[in-house]
């Protein structure tokens, strides 16, 4: 291929609505990397999620995404042009190796008029309904963010506050409300096998990630759970989830995220994984903008629960690829190329 590439390396500020309260701490906005590319009058971009808790910064992402060079770029377009998306990226980050590995298959989806599903080699089918995330400390805060959505499902965030109470709370005035719950490792051995128990007549369809610690101490806050326990942050790759089926049996599923994961390859490959071992999947994200929710909708369908409700948090998303009605996810219908082209003249 002769021809000239342009790369472009963006950092944009991703405000959020209402603060976002974890266990982890408080944020008002995320800082994303956006790797953008050119060729043949033809681009690809794809977006970095900036997980503090996760050690990542920004500048450790520029530096990883700074490593591709142009020739390189070629070689992988080149690769995936030939039908080979089996792309070994060389980046030492898994938010980097999804913000390359997106922008390539934006560069193909435009270039071959296939859509993302295609080329993941996957069936089109519907989303999940996806579930809303509602923090805060009090339940006014709580309250709050559910009128202001009004969906069916939601995601209280917990490991903050007085979380059993606001939730007990919470079912009292949503009684037809599904509710998720997700700790962020934020409650401590002794305190799991407590709330757990306190969870019992409440309704809840799963609870996220209940502790930190070890895989024992995971089974044994999830052997006491009335509540299906799914896993985030202990599950990174392929290896964790053959290690949780096995030592972990009293846990029902996993969460995938694609910058969790290095890509919707790597991803797929999870949730394949997961499955051949016995475990629901619920996809998830970071704090993104619709271009990462865009590429995650692709492998949804293929995940028990869909937790794809980022771009609605933000004050702005820059890209307008989906909306939602009610907890369904829809695809905006704006061509993924112009869209593409446009974020790479105007940055």
């Given amino acids: 291929m002769n021809t000239a590439v342009q790369i472009k390396i963006i950092r944009k500020k991703l405000y959020l609505k209402h603060p976002f309260k974890l266990s982890h701490g408080t944020y008002r906005y995320r800082e994303n990397l956006f790797f953008v590319f050119s060729c043949q009058g033809i681009s690809g971009m794809g977006e970095a999620p ?8 920004p500048e450790m992402i520029v530096r990883d995404l700074q490593t591709i060079s142009r020739k390189m770029l070629i070689s992988l377009i080149e690769k995936g042009l030939s039908g080979d998306t089996d792309w070994d990226i060389p980046l030492k980050t ?28 996957i069936p089109e089918r519907p989303v999940p309904p996806v579930s809303f995330t509602i923090t805060g400390n009090s339940i006014e805060e709580l309250t709050a963010g559910i009128e202001e959505s009004s969906p ?20 009292e005035r949503f009684p037809e409300i599904v509710i998720r719950m997700d700790v962020n490792g934020g409650w401590s051995l002794k305190e799991a096998v407590k709330k757990v128990q306190l969870l019992r007549n409440l309704d809840i369809q799963l609870l996220e990630e209940p502790i930190t610690g070890t895989l024992d101490d995971i089974q044994a806050a999830a052997e006491e759970s009335p509540v299906p326990v799914f896993l985030d942050e202990s599950v990174q790759g392929e290896e964790d989830v053959y290690r949780v089926a096995e030592k972990v049996p009293s846990v029902q599923g996993i969460v995938v995220k694609l910058a969790k994961s290095g890509g919707p390859f790597a991803a797929l490959s999870l949730i394949r994984t997961a499955g051949e071992a016995g475990l629901d999947v619920m996809l998830s994200s970071m704090v993104e903008s619709s271009l990462g929710i865009y590429t995650a909708a692709a492998l949804a369908p293929l995940c028990r629960y869909a937790d794809l409700d980022s771009p609605f948090l933000l004050v702005s998303d820059p890209f307008n690829l989906v909306s939602y009605r009610g907890n369904t996810l829809e695809m905006s219908g704006v061509p993924l190329s112009e869209v593409s082209a446009e974020f790479f003249e105007n940055s």
Avoid: C, Q, W
Avoid at 153 to 162: H, Y
């Fill in 50 to 57: 900036i997980v503090p808790y996760y050690g990542h910064t």
């Fill in 152 to 171: 069916d499902i939601i995601k209280l965030k917990a490991g903050v506050g007085d979380d059993i109470e606001n939730i007990v709370k919470i079912r």
């Fill in 94 to 121: 898994m938010p980097a190796r999804f913000a390359v590995e997106t922008a390539l298959l934006v560069f193909l989806s435009s270039r071959t008029n296939r859509s993302m599903a295609a080329l993941l080699g």
